[in-house]
C-alpha cells in the first residue's frame, strides 16, 4: 500500500500562499518548497492535540514525517480558538480531510479516547505516554488500530534500544523459547518513579476556572469535579482521574524495554501484590513496592525507596543461556534475531506496524495499571492475562473498566 | 456491653498533611495501623459507621475542615472489599446510601458517597442510587454507579430515561447498551429517532453493542446521513454492529450490512472505512470472494 501522504498539503500550501502571515507560522519554510527544502507533496498534514507539557516534544516525534502542522488542539485556548488552525474541541480537528496524523499529548485520561477517535477518522496516531489510564481502554485502542488498519505508536522509545542491544536479544530469544519453567528471571525497578513528587493534594478547596479554559471538556471523560490549578497542568499526574501518579507516568518509560526484552508483549501478570498504605480515593499518594508474577514464574518488581519497608524478598536475576540444558542452548543459538523494528515515520510509509504498536504498549502499560489496581485495592490480586479481568475480585474488576461521563464511552 | 468507640478520635489519627492547614501531599498511615482504627470501627457497628460517615464533608463545603473522615470511610470500603467480608460490605453500602436522601449532607458529599457506592455498593443500594438519578446534580456520577453495579440495574436506568433531559438521557442510553440486557431494545430502538443527534449516535452504538440485527437498516441510514465527526463515529457503530453479528453467528445478516456500508464509502477520503468494511468482509470469506 502506497503511503498515503495527504495530497491536501498541496491544497493547503496554494491556500497558504495566500494567507496572512499567522498562517506562515504554522507552516514550515519546507512547505513552499524551495531550494533546499522538502516539497509539499513529501509532507503530511499534521495535528497536535494536548498543547501543553509534553507537547511539542511528542510533535517532534513525526519530524520523520516531513510533517506540516495545521492544527493545534488544546482546551485552554478558549480565548483564541479560531477553529482554523487552533482548536479546543479535537472532534473538529480530526474532522479535517488534510490532516493524516495527530500527535496526542493531553493528559492520558483522554489518549484512549482521543486515539480512537482519530483512528475512526483514518488517521494515524503517536501517543504521549502513558497510553491509557485504566484497562478496557488499552484494548479498544488495540481493536481501533487493527479495525481500522491504522498505524499507533505509543511516545516511549525504550524497546526500540533494546532491540538493538544484543545482551537484550539474547534474553527475549531465551524468554521467548518457552523452555524455561519454572522461570527463575527477576526484574527490579528500584527508584525513579517520581512517587512523592507526583502525587495528589488533599485538603484541596476549589477554586474559580480560568476563563481560557474549557473545564468540562478538560475533565472529559472523568468525573466533573470542582477546579483546583493542581489538577490541571503537568500536577494532573496525582489524581486517579488523570493518571496515576508518578509510578504511571514513569512506569511506562521504564517498562517499554524490559517488556519486549522479557518477551511479554501478548501477556500480562497473573499475581500482583502491593506494600502501601491506605490508598485515597482521589488522590495518587505513596507506596513502597509492588510485586508482579507471570504465569511462566518470571516477576517484575518495582520499588519506589519513598516509603515504607526496603523490597527484600527477592534479588534480582536475568535469564541466561547456562539456566538451560545443552539442547536447549542448541536451539536458543538457533533462533534468528527478532525482525528489526521499524519507528512510526516507516511505519506510516510502509503500513506495517511499528516497534511500539497499539497491543505492545497496552500490554506494557497494563504493567503499571495493575500495580496501581494492587496499590488502590490494598490486597494480593490475581488476573487473568487472556479475559483481562480479574479472579474473584469484584471491586478490582470494577477499576478495569470505568464508566465514563456521557456522552463519552469506548 | 463493649464500649463504642470514639470515632472522631480515630479520625483524628490519620496523619497530617505535609504543610498542615494547606491543600497539601500527605504520606499515608501505618497500614497495620490503619486496619485496626477500620476494625475498631466496624466493630462499633452501624452507630460508629453513621457517626463516620456522618464527619465527612466535601471540599466544597463551607464546614470542609480537612481529608481524613472521607479517607478513612474509603478505607472501610477497601478493607470490606476483601473476600469473605460480604456482610460488612452490605452493611457499609447500606449505610452510605441511606445518606443520599435528606438534608444532612451536601450535594458534593452525596458525590463523594455515590463514588464509594461505585466501588462497594451491590444489588441492594440499587433503589437509594436510582432516586439519585432525579436528582439534577447526582444523576450524572449516580449513572455511573448503577453501571458499575450492574445487577437489577436495567429497569432502573429505563424508567429514570423517561424524564431525564440533555445529557443525562445520553448517559443512560450508553449504560443500557453497555448492560446489554434485551428489555431495553424498545426503548433503544425508539432512541434512534430521538430529536437529539447525540441520544440518536448514543442509541445507534448501544443497539451496535447488543448485535440488534433488526436496527441495522436504520443505524446504516444514521451513518449515510451523518456528516463530520457524526459520520465517523456512526460508521463505527456500522462496522461495531457487524462485529457483535458475527460474534452472534448471523454472518448472513453481517455480510449485508458490511457490503452496503462498503459500497457507500466511495470518496477517496473515506477509503480506510472501505478497507475496514473490506477487510471485515474478507474475514468472514477466507478466500477473499467478497
Known amino acids: 500500500m502506497k503511503p498515503r501522504f495527504s495530497p491536501l498539503s498541496r491544497r493547503h500550501f496554494l491556500a497558504s500562499t495566500a494567507a496572512s502571515l499567522a498562517t506562515i507560522s504554522l507552516v514550515p519554510r519546507h512547505v513552499l518548497g524551495g531550494a533546499g527544502q522538502t516539497p509539499p507533496s513529501e509532507t503530511v498534514g499534521a495535528a497536535l492535540i494536548g498543547c501543553g507539557g509534553r507537547g511539542p516534544g511528542t510533535f517532534s516525534e513525526l519530524k520523520g514525517l516531513n510533517p506540516v502542522q495545521l492544527a493545534r488542539c488544546d482546551v485552554k485556548y478558549l480565548d483564541r480558538a479560531d477553529n482554523k488552525t487552533i482548536y479546543t474541541d479535537f472532534r473538529r480537528v480530526l474532522e479535517r480531510k488534510d490532516i493524516d496524523v ?11 479516547l482521543i486515539s480512537i477517535a482519530a483512528m475512526e477518522a483514518g488517521k494515524d496516531v503517536l501517543c504521549e505516554k502513558p497510553m491509557t489510564r485504566f484497562i478496557a481502554e488499552g484494548r479498544a485502542v488495540v481493536d481501533a488500530s487493527r479495525r481500522y488498519g491504522r498505524i499507533f505508536q505509543i511516545g516511549t522509545f525504550g524497546r526500540f534500544g533494546a532491540s538493538k542491544d544484543r545482551n537484550s536479544i539474547l534474553t527475549r530469544k531465551i524468554m521467548k523459547s518457552g523452555l524455561l519453567n519454572p522461570n527463575p528471571g527477576v526484574y527490579i525497578k528500584a527508584g525513579g518513579l517520581k512517587v512523592k513528587e507526583w502525587s495528589g493534594l488533599v485538603n484541596a478547596k476549589p477554586e474559580p476556572v480560568p476563563k481560557n479554559l474549557d473545564w468540562d471538556l478538560y475533565c472529559g ?16 499526574r ?85 539456566d538451560l540444558d545443552e539442547a536447549g542452548r542448541a536451539k536458543i543459538q538457533a533462533t534468528p534475531d527478532p525482525e528489526p523494528m521499524i519507528d512510526f515515520a516507516e511505519a506510516v510509509r510502509t503500513r506495517k506496524q511499528p516497534g511500539g504498536h497499539a497491543e505492545a504498549a497496552h500490554r506494557t502499560v497494563c504493567i503499571i495499571h495493575l500495580a496501581n489496581l494492587a496499590i488502590r485495592t490494598g490486597r494480593k490480586l490475581r488476573f487473568d492475562p487472556v479475559k483481562e479481568q480479574f479472579i474473584g475480585d469484584e471491586e478490582a474488576n470494577r477499576l478495569v473498566n470505568q464508566p465514563m461521563r456521557a456522552p463519552w464511552h469506548i | ?71 478513612v470511610v474509603h478505607g472501610l470500603v477497601l478493607s470490606a472489599g476483601v473476600a469473605g467480608r460480604e456482610k460488612e460490605r452490605r452493611q457499609l453500602a447500606g449505610l452510605l446510601a441511606s445518606r443520599l436522601s435528606g438534608e444532612k449532607s451536601s450535594a458534593a458529599t452525596k458525590t463523594y458517597f455515590i463514588q464509594e ?13 436510582a432516586r439519585a438519578l432525579s436528582d439534577e446534580s447526582l444523576a450524572e456520577p449516580a449513572t455511573r454507579a448503577l453501571l458499575s453495579i450492574r445487577d437489577g440495574v436495567g429497569p432502573e436506568l429505563q424508567r429514570a430515561f423517561v424524564t431525564a433531559k440533555g445529557r443525562q438521557r445520553v ?49 446504516l441510514k444514521l451513518a449515510n446521513g451523518a456528516t463530520g465527526h457524526e459520520r465517523s463515529q456512526a460508521t463505527h457503530t456500522c462496522l461495531l454492529l457487524a462485529e457483535t ?38 474475514a468472514l470469506q477466507p478466500h477473499g470472494a467478497a
Not at chain 1, 290 to 298: P, Q, T
Not at chain 1, 299 to 313: K, M, N, Q
Not at chain 2, 176 to 192: C, F, K, N, T
Not at chain 2, 258 to 276: G, N, P, T
Open chain 1, 102 to 112: 495527530v500527535a496526542i499529548a493531553t493528559p492520558p485520561h483522554w489518549h484512549a
Open chain 1, 221 to 236: 471523560p472523568s468525573p466533573l469535579r470542582p477546579f483546583h490549578p493542581h489538577r490541571f497542568g503537568g500536577t494532573h
Open chain 1, 238 to 322: 496525582g489524581y486517579w482521574d488523570y493518571e496515576g501518579g508518578g509510578l504511571c507516568d514513569m512506569g511506562q518509560h521504564a517498562m517499554d524495554p524490559v517488556s519486549w526484552t522479557y518477551g511479554k508483549d501478548d501477556t500480562a501478570p497473573v499475581e500482583i501484590e502491593a506494600h502501601a498504605p491506605p490508598a485515597h480515593p482521589e488522590v495518587c499518594g505513596m507506596w513502597g513496592w509492588v510485586e508482579l508474577k507471570y504465569a511462566d514464574g518470571f516477576t517484575i518488581v518495582l520499588a519506589s525507596g519513598e516509603w515504607g519497608d526496603h523490597y527484600d524478598r527477592k534479588t534480582g536475576r536475568g535469564v541466561k543461556l547456562e
Open chain 2, 1 to 71: 456491653m463493649a464500649t463504642k468507640p470514639n470515632v472522631a478520635e480515630l479520625v483524628s489519627q490519620m496523619p497530617e498533611v505535609d504543610k498542615p492547614g494547606t491543600a497539601s501531599k500527605f504520606t499515608g498511615p501505618d497500614p497495620a495501623a490503619a486496619a485496626k482504627i477500620f476494625a475498631e470501627i466496624f466493630a462499633g457497628g452501624s452507630e460508629s459507621i453513621l457517626q463516620l460517615i456522618d464527619l465527612v464533608k466535601a471540599p466544597d463545603d463551607a464546614d470542609f475542615k480537612d481529608y481524613k473522615a472521607a479517607y
Open chain 2, 117 to 129: 457506592l461505585q466501588a462497594c455498593g451491590g444489588r441492594d443500594v440499587v433503589p437509594a442510587l
Open chain 2, 171 to 219: 448517559g443512560i442510553v450508553l449504560a443500557l447498551g453497555q448492560l446489554a440486557e434485551p428489555p431495553a431494545l424498545p426503548v433503544l430502538r425508539e432512541s434512534l429517532r430521538d430529536e437529539d443527534a447525540a441520544v440518536r449516535l448514543a442509541a445507534a452504538w448501544s443497539l451496535a453493542k447488543m448485535g440488534d440485527a433488526a436496527s441495522a437498516e436504520a443505524i
Open chain 2, 245 to 282: 453479528l458475527v460474534a452472534a453467528g448471523k454472518t448472513t445478516e453481517a455480510r449485508q450490512l458490511l457490503m452496503r456500508l462498503r459500497d457507500s464509502r466511495q470518496e477517496e477520503s473515506e477509503r480506510f472505512m472501505r478497507d475496514a468494511a473490506d477487510r471485515s468482509l474478507k
